[in-house]
Structure formats: structure tokens, C-alpha cells
Nanobody
Framework: QVQLVESGGGLVQPGGSLRLSCAAS????????MGWYRQAPGKQREMVAG???????TYADSVKGRFIISRDNAKNTAYLQMNSAKPEDTAVYFC???????????????WGQGTQVTVSS
């Protein structure tokens, strides 16, 4: 079984910082792209940031210049450094990963359970 577990969520004041982690575990052969998404109450899930296995990154316009996505391939872990947090960043943050569990198996997209981030004074 493969599992993605997010951590690091919580309450942060406007202008503050928070670092989220997403650790993949289980039977993993390779991990391609990893990403962070978020879903606010009453809204659709939206992409926040993505990173390829080679380190190429992409960001939603709303977080460019404030959030930084990174990964540690040796640890099968992705990170989201959230800086200059705004109340509109409040949401449940999910990570996903495009992975293969065996050399010859098909790639699959896996999701974590999410971690709550609340930006409020």
C-alpha cells in the first residue's frame, strides 16, 4: 500500500509563515510529479504548486512570490513553504503524487488526506 501523509498545518497570523510536509511511504518504485492543492469551504479544489522529479516548479498566480514548493527525493517528501500568509490562504491543503509502485506497473495519482491551514489574527 502507498500512503501520502501531510503535516504542518495549523493556525498562522496574517503575514506569518508555515511549512507543510507531504511524506510518501509504502511500496514505491518511483515518484514523478508532486503537487499541493487546496480547498476552501464552498469552493472547488485548486492547484497551488507543483514540482517535477527534476525540480521544475509551477505556481498558481495567487501564491507566486509567497509560497515555495520543494522536495527531497531521498525522503520521498515534498514541502510547501508558505510565507506572507493571507486570510484567503485558509483552506485544507492536500498533496498528491504521480507514482509507480513497481517498475512495470502503471503510474497512478495518489492523494493525501489533507491538513487544515487557517490564517487569522
Amino acid at each position: 500500500q502507498v500512503q501520502l501523509v501531510e503535516s504542518g498545518g495549523g493556525l498562522v497570523q496574517p503575514g506569518g509563515s508555515l511549512r507543510l510536509s507531504c511524506a510518501a511511504s509504502g511500496r514505491i518504485f518511483s515518484i514523478n510529479d508532486m503537487g499541493w492543492y487546496r480547498q476552501a469551504p464552498g469552493k472547488q479544489r485548486e492547484m497551488v504548486a507543483g514540482i517535477t522529479s527534476g525540480g521544475t516548479t509551477t505556481y498558481a498566480d495567487s501564491v507566486k512570490g509567497r509560497f515555495i514548493i520543494s522536495r527531497d527525493n531521498a525522503k520521498n517528501t515534498a514541502y510547501l513553504q508558505m510565507n506572507s500568509a493571507k486570510p484567503e490562504d485558509t483552506a485544507v491543503y492536500f498533496c498528491n503524487a504521480d507514482m509507480k509502485t513497481t517498475r512495470w506497473g502503471a503510474r497512478g495519482l495518489y492523494w493525501g488526506q489533507g491538513t487544515q491551514v487557517t490564517v487569522s489574527s
